[in-house]
Every structure is written in C-alpha cells, then in structure tokens.
C-alpha cells in the first residue's frame, strides 16, 4: 500500500541551527502539506504546497520556514534557525490529484521528531 | 473562527464494552469531516471521511456519523488493540485544503 515516507524519524539539533525535514509523498499525489505537533497539543497547520508554489499558509509558518519539492519525489521543510519553541512532532502529508470526495483524503507519514535543545 | 471539540478527553473502556466519541465543530461551509486513529509517536492513519448530515460510515468496530453540528465515532465491541487516540479533523468550504483538528480522546480499551 502506498505510504508517505518521512526521515529523518528523529532529528536533535541545536538552537540556531538549521534543519531540513524530508518527506516522499504518494507517488500520484500533487497536493502537498506539513503539520506539527507539540507534545500534548493538537495537531496544527503549517503549509500547503501545489504545482510548485504555497497555496496557503498560517501564522506559525513565518520567514524562518520554507518548503521546497527539490525533485519529483521530494518534499522538503527547512526551519532556518531553529528556536526552542520548534521542537515539535513535524507531520508530511499529501493528497491525490483531483476534486472527487476519495481524493480529497489527506495520508500523513510516521513524522519527524525535532529536539532543539 | 473555526474550531473542533472532542470529548471525552480520554476514555477507558472494558473489552466488549461499546461506547461513542463525540466531536463538535464550528465552521464556515463543511467541506468534508475527518476521523484519523493515532498510535503513540506515529502520524495520524486515515479511518472515514464524512461530506454532509446524515451521512455514515462502517469499518469493522467503528462508525462514524455526521449532523450539522457533531460527529460520533461510535466503537461497537472494542478490543485492546483498538487503543489509540481518535483524532477529528474538518475542512472548511472555500479555497482552503487545510484540515483544522481537535485534541482528540485518547481511548484505552483494558482485556
């Protein structure tokens, strides 16, 4: 069965640092998203990514966050310089192609754990 | 604003003992409602999705249901392994795709 693909499953950094979250999407998939989740919290929009551009955005996903499709295959999140704050369970998902009630199903991946210490 | 509310926070339940969770929702033009299953440090795992009042929606243990203002999971004769945490999640009309999800009830079913 097809599966969204994260790594890494656990990333440690230091505060300032920057991180990259990787993610594969579901081959046939165009519509592309991050969550997070902070321990205890509930799972919150960050970005949604289409034919190559944001299409939407919320107001956690400021200048230090930037999504990239790199390749055919690749999604990726970037935090520029990472803060306490961001250390977050980092959730990838991604959505079929078309409009019909089956293919506006969002499949999340396994996650990344992200510790800024 | 848009906002979900599920209750119970968490539920326990003996096994074989049926029980129903609630989700409450305010939003501008349902596009679709959403119940995931979430294990312990995993993503959220698709389970039903729901488009308008009076809709419903079986698998094994579960089903889901829809009106204009809250979604039940109800869980018919639960075993352990359907511990986890049920998440709703909705969609709202217009050109947003974001899903805007509740703190979920975290279920734990005892043998």
């Known amino acids: 069965e097809p599966e969204v693909t994260q790594t890494p499953s656990h990333q440690v950094t230091q505060m300032g640092q920057e991180v990259i979250l990787r993610c594969v999407p579901i081959?046939?998939?165009?519509?592309f998203y991050w969550y997070r989740q902070i321990l205890g919290q509930k799972v919150e929009f960050l970005v949604s990514f289409y034919n190559n551009e944001i299409s939407e955005k919320s107001e956690i996903f400021d200048d230090q966050f930037s999504v990239e499709r790199p390749d055919g295959s690749n999604f990726t999140l970037k935090i520029r310089s990472t803060k306490l704050e961001d250390s977050a369970m980092y959730f990838c998902a991604s959505r079929g192609p078309g409009q019909g009630s089956w293919e506006n199903i969002q499949y999340f991946g396994a996650g990344t754990r992200l510790s800024v210490l | 604003e848009d906002q979900v509310t599920q209750s119970p926070e968490a539920l326990r339940l003996q096994e074989g003992e049926s029980s129903s969770l609630n989700c409450s929702y305010t939003v501008s033009g349902l596009r679709g409602l959403f119940w995931y299953r979430q294990d312990p440090g995993k993503g959220p795992e698709f389970l039903f999705t729901?488009?308008?009042a009076g809709e419903e929606k079986e698998k094994e243990r579960l089903k889901a249901t829809l009106t204009k203002k809250e979604s039940f999971l109800h869980i018919t004769a639960p075993k352990p392994e359907d511990s986890a945490t049920y998440l709703c999640?909705?969609?709202?009309?217009?050109?947003?795709?974001?899903?805007?999800f509740g703190t979920g009830t975290l279920l734990a079913v005892q043998p």
């Open positions: 999640a909705v969609q709202a009309g217009g050109a947003t795709n974001k899903l805007i």
């Open positions: 729901l488009y308008s």
């Open positions: 081959s046939n998939h165009l519509y």
